[in-house]
């Protein structure tokens, strides 16, 4: 008999990737081979992102499907991979199990797919392995999409998701941050066609084919504990963070800039903003001129992460005037950079890996969300748990220049944000790396549940 072998399936999107990956060294560090099925398209990118130094576990195995798209057609169109995938993993997934399960001593016992791609673990039901799905999102989003179709029946939105009551604000408990009706996910997906997709998707309700036996998450008790009260069959097990296991983050799909860290360490203790987007994110040339002198007349040290596909053109002389002021990154090592004592705050798009990484790195916010969940994450950060401050858009859409430097000020002279920030994050790494933390415990026993046999 050989070892419990974990087939491991990301949406194919950074933000999915990242933090599944996690969850695959954890398991790797306790005797459990992973493989990591990415898409062809993203399992190059990786394998090119790797810094030749750093391997990852060598109980993982980094292998890869197709994603059905076209070779020229855009990755980052949701509606086109909702699509496609269904089409094309399920069969190639398969006969990749068969082929490790004819090569290799250990055999296949178990799928955890993202929980984007639940139809998935039809197929584990079908080989008879065990069956789980992973939650990289906030759990309140799932208890918001359990809430779609009262939102609907009371009359608050029509069939299409699109508010009757401009005004509603959702509270689904004391313990979570009150919602409001414009900044619900499917109205922040950027077209109508998305919207009524995400919409009638969460208003239907996701009644999988084959359910799985556990669903694991990326939040912990101290982070969620209204909405896992109201969602107990989820299980959370993070933070999932490389620090809290003294390993590296992998899966990047851009390389890293390795001058990051080393620009840092000559900034003074408490200084710099660091300004990072995700993966998704998109400014347009005047805004993101806005933002560069909005870093410019904060006259403090900034490390921006400005991915190549979001890049535009400086300010006219930007680049030599803050020469000494700021760095400009294509990719960071993000969950580093947040640990690192120059910084003062963050400022965020509001992803809920960066969310997380931000808290548990002790470090206040300032929110900058575009997309989705990030305005639940907002609310969570600058609502329920106070640790950062929201940027104000003028009436033209934009956050302007100095809207950046009032809210950057704001925020530092105010020491009670980083008090907070910093009580939230070690109560919540604790719950990870102490014997009888929450999340420590969850862990073991998702753990015990895949060597059972
Ligand atoms: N990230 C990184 N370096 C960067 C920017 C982002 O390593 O320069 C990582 C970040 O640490 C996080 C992920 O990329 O783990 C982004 O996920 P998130 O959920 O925050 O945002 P998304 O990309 O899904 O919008």
């Not at 009359?155 to 979570?176: F, Q």
């Not at 996910?185 to 036996?213: C, I, K, N, Y």
């Not at 560069?292 to 900034?302: K, Q």
Request: glycine content about 6%.
């Amino acid at each position: 008999m050989g070892r419990p072998h974990v087939i491991a399936v990301p949406y194919p999107a950074q933000g999915h990737v990242i933090p599944l990956l996690e969850l695959a060294q954890c398991l790797a560090d306790n005797g459990i081979k992973v493989t990591f099925v990415n898409t062809d398209f993203n399992h190059t990118r990786i394998l090119n992102s790797l810094p030749r130094t750093r391997g990852i576990n060598e109980l993982i195995i980094l292998a890869s499907v197709p994603d059905g798209l076209e070779p020229w057609e855009d990755r980052n169109d949701l509606g086109k991979l909702e699509v496609s995938l269904p089409k094309a993993v399920p069969r190639a997934l398969e006969a990749l199990i068969e082929k490790i399960n004819a090569t290799e001593s250990d055999k296949v016992t178990c799928l955890i797919t993202d929980y984007g791609l639940i139809w998935a673990l039809a197929l584990a039901e079908k080989l008879g392995i065990k069956k789980s799905a992973f939650l990289p999102a906030p759990v309140a989003l799932l208890a918001l999409a359990n809430h779609a179709k009262s939102l609907l029946d009371e009359g608050i939105v029509d069939s299409d998701g699109t508010p009757m009551k401009v005004e509603h604000v959702t509270h689904l408990s004391p313990e979570m941050p009150p919602m409001k009706i414009q900044e619900t996910v499917w109205l922040q997906m950027g077209d109508f066609a998305s919207q009524q997709r995400v919409f009638q998707s969460m208003a239907r309700g996701t009644q999988a084919e084959a359910p799985p036996d556990w669903i694991v998450c990326n939040t912990s008790h101290e982070l969620e504990a209204g909405a896992l009260k109201l969602l107990p069959n989820l299980v959370p097990l993070g933070p999932l963070l490389p620090s809290t296991r003294l390993g590296h983050s992998a899966g990047f799909f851009w390389p890293e800039d390795s001058a990051s860290m080393s620009w840092l360490d000559q900034q003074p203790a408490n200084s710099t903003i660091y300004v990072a987007f995700g993966s998704f994110t998109m400014l347009d040339e005047k805004q993101f001129q806005e933002l560069a002198l909005g870093l410019e007349h904060s006259r403090r040290p900034f490390l921006w992460v400005v991915r190549q596909d979001m890049a535009q053109d400086y300010p006219k002389g930007f680049r030599e005037r803050v020469r000494n002021q700021g760095k400009m990154v294509g990719w960071a090592p993000q969950q580093k950079v947040l640990s690192h004592p120059s910084l003062a705050c963050f400022l965020s798009h509001c992803g809920w890996n960066s969310t997380v990484e931000g808290v548990c790195g002790g470090v206040p916010f300032l929110c900058w969300p575009y997309f989705a969940d990030q305005f639940l994450n907002q609310s969570y950060i600058a609502e329920y748990w106070r640790v950062g401050l929201s940027l104000d858009k003028d009436e033209f859409g934009i956050v302007t220049s100095g809207e950046i430097v009032k809210k950057v000020e704001i925020l530092l002279s105010d020491e009670s944000y980083k008090a907070r920030v910093m009580s939230l994050g070690s109560k919540t790494v604790s719950s990870v790396t102490q014997e009888g933390g929450s999340s420590h415990k969850n862990l073991n026993s998702f753990v015990d549940w895949i060597k059972e046999k």
